[in-house]
């Protein structure tokens, strides 16, 4: 970046100051995102040995808030811990009157232009100052990238396991599978085909929502009831290109009426909020509180509300090498069997959820 002499700024003034000032508006910064961060993660190879790979993180999740009155610029929602904030990049706007963006180094009183092109170390607050557009006065920000204290990364353990061709650990990868879909009841399998149950649907849902084919599930003791299980199954919504349709079940013996978890009817004109992206294969798992909808482009999905929304989660640390073709199961115990269905012999792995 173009370094600015100190002594070049002397004369200019803050638009706090009593003298000369300029009125609000003709100087300001009206939008701040961020648009590029890394993220490192910590894994494990398929020996055993340590690695680190790194992954961008999905900046669109974490909004900047501007507190206008506080010249305060900051996101409530922390990054991941293992981001390297050090290196962003970062989209800043302005007011219509508003001339250049200056930074004031972390080191000494150095300035330097703002190049949305060029990496800002936001490590520690940094102070933002923006000038009219006669560079005679400016507004002065602070900027504070909250992340989140500890290894976030490390939500799971994976262990590599050795896969021979046909390896299916015991059946856990059998796929759960949604047929015969009619206004009062569907079959349902849990074991690629090999048996199924009947399913009914509750008195005021419409089987048009169900999903069809090859589905995502899960089931879940409740909180305080150990008999009472939760079940739910996703998958891509018929004549829908874009979201995923949601049913739960709630049982304590397997019966029971499904329910549509979607807000119907649907918008016509604009996307359903908290919706979960479609998906050529989905795989849901249970843990730490939350639902977390695994798809096979490896992408992550989280819920906190039992399946009702769903946005972006980037704390799922994939172990090295699970980037595509993936496919998961849990077992009773909560362990996570995840696959890299590569030509029928692709990687496989075992994980937990840390304590």
Not at 203 to 231: C, I, Q, R, W
Not at 244 to 256: E, L, M, N, P
Request: hydrophobic share 35%; glycine share 8%; proline share 3%.
């Amino acid at each position: 970046m173009i370094a600015v002499a100190l002594g070049f700024t002397s004369c200019l003034k803050n638009d706090a100051d009593n003298t000369d000032s300029v009125v609000y508006n003709e100087t300001a910064i009206t939008g701040f995102s961020l648009y590029a961060v890394n993220r490192y993660v910590h894994t494990s190879t398929s020996t055993g040995a340590d690695s680190v790979y790194t992954k961008a993180l999905t900046v669109k999740e974490y909004p900047f808030s501007i507190d206008q009155y506080a010249r305060k610029i900051y996101n409530t929602d922390s990054l991941p811990a293992d981001c390297d904030v050090k290196h962003v990049l970062a989209t800043i706007s302005t007011s219509t009157y508003s001339g250049s963006i200056i930074l004031v180094s972390l080191i000494g009183d150095t300035l330097s232009y703002y190049s949305s092109s060029d990496s800002i170390d936001f490590s520690q607050p940094r102070e933002l100052r923006v000038y009219n557009s006669s560079m005679e006065h400016y507004r002065s920000y602070t900027v504070q990238v909250n992340v989140k204290k500890g290894a976030s990364a490390d939500l799971l353990e994976w262990e590599p396991l050795r896969r021979g061709a046909g390896d299916t650990f015991a059946g856990l990868l059998g796929t759960a599978q949604v047929a015969d879909a009619s206004q009062e009841s569907f079959r349902l399998s849990l074991d690629s085909g090999s048996t199924w149950s009947s399913e009914t649907l509750g008195a005021e849902e419409d089987a048009a929502y169900l999903p069809s084919g090859e589905v995502g599930y899960t089931a879940f003791s409740m909180a305080g009831n150990n008999d009472k299980k939760y079940h739910l199954m996703a998958g891509p919504l018929p004549g829908n290109d874009y979201m995923c349709t949601v049913w739960r079940k709630i049982s304590t013996d397997g019966s029971g009426n499904w329910t549509c978890l979607l807000n119907l009817p649907l918008p016509e004109n604009t996307k359903y909020a908290g919706h979960l992206p479609t998906a050529d294969h989905i795989s849901l798992l249970w843990g730490k509180g939350r639902i977390l909808a695994l798809t096979d482009s490896g992408a992550v999905y989280e819920s906190l509300d039992q399946g009702f929304s769903w946005h972006t989660f980037d704390d799922f640390n994939l172990p090295e090498g699970a980037t595509d073709h993936l496919r998961a199961a849990q077992d009773e115990a909560g362990t996570i069997w995840l696959l890299k269905e590569d030509g029928g012999t692709g990687m496989a792995w075992r994980g937990k959820f840390t304590e």
